[in-house]
């Protein structure tokens, strides 16, 4: 596809001559020619004759395709220069609230609201995002003093930890405040206080060196080098010299890539699962770096995803049990979540859900348990999300009620341990590149 891509990029939805396009995608009238027909066979080009001159421009869903894909890289763009300037961005927080003490006036800060009416779904990103609506947190009310109070020694904690080089759990930062007579009714209300810190700053906790406890990893032919702390600063490590892999932690989570020979990213729900692909190589089978979600991935094993994306220009393949929970693993990992409306930076959008589908379960006569009261709860509710409302989400979830049954990532045993790797995975890619030629994902 790699003449068919300059074509593409050549074009745009204005109606153009075979040899306009040529000249600008620079290549000769006849090969151009030849391209467009293809390209108008797989649904991606439009063709019309005007005046016996048959004109070319890209089809509205090709169009809205590469729309979205220089959006994200806009994005992405954004998100870099404001991770890259959290500690000044905290830093000019600080001054204004001084300056306004020294006016004598009650210091305030307005935080983006996080209400369900100020959650909506952009159609064009794919994503849940906050509206425009804000809250105003102030030193006036004396119903908001404490909330104040809170939110500001978290910013102060917060870029402590920045000036420091040093990393904290949630639950670190609900204890320190004790130290500072900072009074959190319990976890959840300091929780709570750093996602606000998160909206106020548009970049997640992560950033500022907030993290969850990890369980997820990564394995493959992929070298990074670590920033931080300052004793392993500049020190390289490869992601393929522990058979059980590496923990996505918060170190190298901001490590830098520096290199790797992968072409593509395999997302794996299941620890079995994950274990079984590094035992059978498939990082060197289907040049891939392997990382284990553990379930639903956690918010940094995201970004570590959208980063091998993004940075490295790899392909994002979900593999995921064949329920209605798998599915929205998956999603999430592409969509992002509502609850993280606040942050755009944690999807990949671009990323398939390779399955195991609905459709796998009756084509590979998989071993299935029945859906229970609460998976059919489940699927329904998706079907009814607006992130899922492509012909293929509603064909795999419509297809989990019809046949009423679910199956495990592990189900392909029945046929050997290998069959996964040996049967499954290659037809699966050939599957998905036929789809995506059909614009059908």
């Known amino acids: 596809m790699g003449e068919a891509s300059t074509i593409l990029s050549a074009m745009s939805r204005n109606w153009s001559r075979v040899d306009g396009i040529a000249k600008k995608a620079g290549v000769n009238v006849d090969s151009a020619l030849k391209m467009l027909e293809e390209l108008t066979a797989e649904g991606l080009v439009e063709s019309t004759v005007k005046d016996g001159v048959t004109l070319w421009r890209l089809s509205a869903a090709e169009a809205r395709r590469r729309r979205l894909i220089e959006r994200e890289k806009l994005e992405y763009e954004k998100e870099q220069e404001l991770r890259a300037r959290i500690e000044e961005n905290l830093t000019l927080v600080g001054k204004r609230l001084y300056e306004e003490l020294l006016k004598g006036e009650f210091p305030s800060i307005e935080i983006p609201s996080r209400s369900t009416s100020n959650i909506v779904f952009d159609s064009e990103l794919g994503q849940y995002v906050l509206g425009d609506k804000k809250i105003l947190r102030t030193a006036k009310s004396l119903g908001q003093i404490k909330s104040f109070t809170q939110l500001i020694w978290v910013m102060r904690f917060v870029k402590e930890l920045l000036k420091m080089g040093k990393s904290s759990t949630l639950r670190d930062v609900y204890y320190s405040s004790e130290a500072f007579g900072v009074k959190f009714k319990d976890q959840q209300e300091s929780d709570i206080c750093i996602t606000e810190v998160e909206a106020v700053m548009k970049v997640p906790r992560e950033d500022f060196r907030v993290f969850p406890e990890e369980r997820s990893a990564v394995y493959g032919d992929l070298v990074v080098e670590y920033t931080t702390p300052a004793k392993y600063a500049g020190k390289q490590v490869a992601m393929n010299e522990n058979p059980d892999g590496v923990m996505i932690g918060p170190h190298l989570v901001n490590a830098k890539f520096v290199k790797t020979s992968a072409d593509k990213v395999i997302a794996i729900e299941c620890g079995g699962m994950f274990t079984r692909f590094v035992e059978e190589e498939v990082h060197e089978k289907f040049n891939a770096i392997l990382v284990h979600t553990a379930g639903q991935a956690p918010r940094s094993t995201r970004r570590f995803i959208r980063r091998l994306h993004y940075e490295l220009g790899l392909p ?67 079907l009814r999300d607006p992130r899922y409302q492509t012909p293929f989400w509603q064909r795999e979830l419509k297809k989990f009620l019809e046949l009423d049954r679910k199956a495990e990532q592990q189900s392909f045993s029945r046929y050997g341990l290998t069959y996964v790797v040996d049967e499954y995975l290659p037809k699966k890619f050939k599957e998905i590149e036929e789809m995506k030629r059909k614009g059908l994902l």
Not at 359 to 374: A, C, G, M, R, V
């Open 316 to 382: 994002v393949y979900i593999f995921t049990d064949g329920d209605p929970w798998g599915a929205h693993i998956a999603m999430v990992i592409i969509s992002g979540s509502a609850a993280a409306a606040h942050l755009v930076g944690l999807a990949t959008p671009s990323a398939i859900w390779m399955g195991v589908w609905a459709s796998d379960i009756e084509h590979y006569n998989l071993p299935t348990d029945k859906l229970t009261d609460l998976d059919v709860k489940r699927c329904r509710e998706l």
